[in-house]
């Protein structure tokens, strides 16, 4: 018997997309590992605390045999090394954190993964997606009804990257390829963050900042490098960035906030007047998978809903690893219709999907059968291709990832990647009223959000954002 699947990661949903193509799995080449890791390498927590200096930093490492690659100026340096270095460096009271490449890229719920929210669509197999009203959800439409369209504010979003010819950034930043001065998208999944930001602040201006390769995967350190040249391009008087969108990150890592060179650069950020908002994740129900840079306490971590009553069982809990009540507040993370790029990662998932959807229950079997490397890769019972035609449909329909293409130019999803940005654009609303630094902003949107009921703290936060209260506590103060 296979195990049901809650959330598709990437890898998973790009064999899916092979297999229904029936195309040749794409085969890596991976490099001959030479037993070193890459290391992002900072002083002891004192040193954290008051910024140690990258250069005595990389003198002091270079004497003990470590060869620096790239300083990240008061984050630290970042290095390779081996388990044995790793270990000396770490008792000499040095902080040592895994800087290798990972999936930034948020798995993809499947359709059936909240069952509350697939009843109440009560579409049956004749499938159509599920009504979702983001917007007047969240009260934003109030609000841009009053001309307070995040006019004048500007919002970075470090994601994937942007391809949307018909929009104009405000400026583009790629930090993977310094030498890329051309936007691109190849995930897809940054186009349709942008585009979420825009929903509940049409008018505010986007800075897309590219921190993921092609594939989806990054390292922390283009993570703080990108926070780091927005938070330099505002100094410097050339962008002045008012809110920050992170819809990426990975789970709990063991690391306390103080000491999280990600979480720095965060509070970073918010000492530069710049309001950060996160994702909480897609790794719930389970409590404590909330992870940077959700958990740090200078940014705001959005958690997902399917409404304003029904939290979305994917969405990720607290507390944090330093013990902090998270998410801070909810939105809307269930259809969510954005941008779409043509070709990307997204594109190709959301078009595989609707050709199973459209399937008949004999059609699938046929599949099945020519395909049987699709069952483990849905999750489906083993003995499936022994059950009825239309057990097979009322199986594998609501294990499908949740994605969708409603219109030429867009594609639906779920995930706190798009509940962030909708609350990102809520904030440049608030911060287009009034100039309010980001605590405030945190803690007016935390206490003017609606109550989702008895739920925890640690799965609701304070509850579903409200912009029209936000909007009088704004105006009031």
């Known amino acids: 018997m296979n195990t049901p699947i809650q959330s598709y990661s990437p ?22 590992s030479d037993g070193l890791k890459d290391v992002i390498i900072v002083g002891g927590e004192g040193d954290l605390m008051m910024g140690a200096d990258p250069v005595d930093l990389s003198s002091d490492l270079a004497r003990k045999g470590v060869q620096v690659s790239e300083s990240l100026d008061s984050f630290g340096v970042t290095a390779r090394v081996d388990d044995k270095k790793m270990a000396e460096l770490k008792e000499q009271g040095y902080t040592v954190y895994d800087n290798s490449p990972r999936q930034l890229m948020p798995s993809i719920p499947r359709s059936g993964s909240n069952s509350d929210g697939w009843e109440l669509a009560g579409f049956g197999f004749d499938w159509k997606m599920p009504e979702v009203t983001p917007v007047p959800w969240l009260k934003s439409d109030s609000l841009q009804q009053q001309g307070i369209t995040g006019k004048g504010q500007i919002v970075a979003v470090l994601d994937s990257g942007f391809d949307h010819p018909q929009f104009e950034l405000k400026a583009w930043k790629d930090i993977t390829n310094p030498a890329n001065t051309t936007p691109v998208d190849p995930v897809g999944h940054g186009t349709h963050v942008a585009g979420d930001v825009l929903q509940t602040a049409p008018e505010a201006e986007i800075v897309a900042v590219k921190v993921m390769g092609d594939n989806g995967t990054g390292r922390p350190s283009d993570i703080i490098r990108g926070l780091q040249w927005v938070v330099n391009e505002k100094k410097a008087g050339r962008l002045d960035v008012d809110v920050i969108n992170m819809s990426l990150g990975g789970p709990p890592d063991g690391f306390p906030d103080t000491m999280d060179p990600v979480n720095r650069a965060v509070q970073l950020a918010a000492r530069s007047g710049i309001t950060v908002v996160a994702a909480a994740g897609n790794s719930g129900p389970d409590g404590r998978t909330l992870g940077s ?35 801070d507040v909810i939105a809307p993370g269930e259809w969510i219709s954005s941008w779409s790029v043509e070709g990307s990662e997204m594109q ?59 219109a030429p130019g867009l594609i639906a999803a779920p995930g706190t990647s798009f509940a962030s940005p909708l609350v990102a654009g809520v904030a440049a609303q608030l911060e287009q009223v009034r100039d309010i630094n980001p605590a405030e902003t945190k803690d007016i949107l935390r206490r003017t959000a609606d109550s989702m009921g008895s739920l925890s703290g640690n799965e609701q936060g304070t509850g579903f954002v409200n912009a029209e209260k936000a909007l009088e506590e704004v105006r009031r103060a």
Do not use: H, W, Y
Request: charged share 30%; hydrophobic share 35%; proline share 9%.
């Open 293 to 327: 840079p959700a958990d740090s306490d200078a940014a705001i971590a959005v958690g997902a809903a399917l409404n304003p009553r029904t939290l979305s069982e994917f969405s990720s809990r607290g507390p944090t690893d330093d013990g902090l009540i998270k998410p």
């Open 348 to 406: 190709q998932t959301g078009e595989v999907v609707q050709r199973l959807r459209d399937m008949s229950g004999d059609e699938l079997k046929k599949l099945l059968k020519q395909r049987p490397e699709l069952v483990e890769a849905l999750g489906l019972p083993a003995d499936i291709q022994n059950r009825s035609s239309e057990e097979v449909e009322e199986l594998v329909k609501p294990n499908l990832p949740a994605v969708a293409i409603p």
């Open 11 to 32: 890898q998973q949903l790009t064999r899916i997309r092979e297999l229904v193509n029936g195309e040749s799995p794409f085969k890596s080449t991976e490099p001959v």
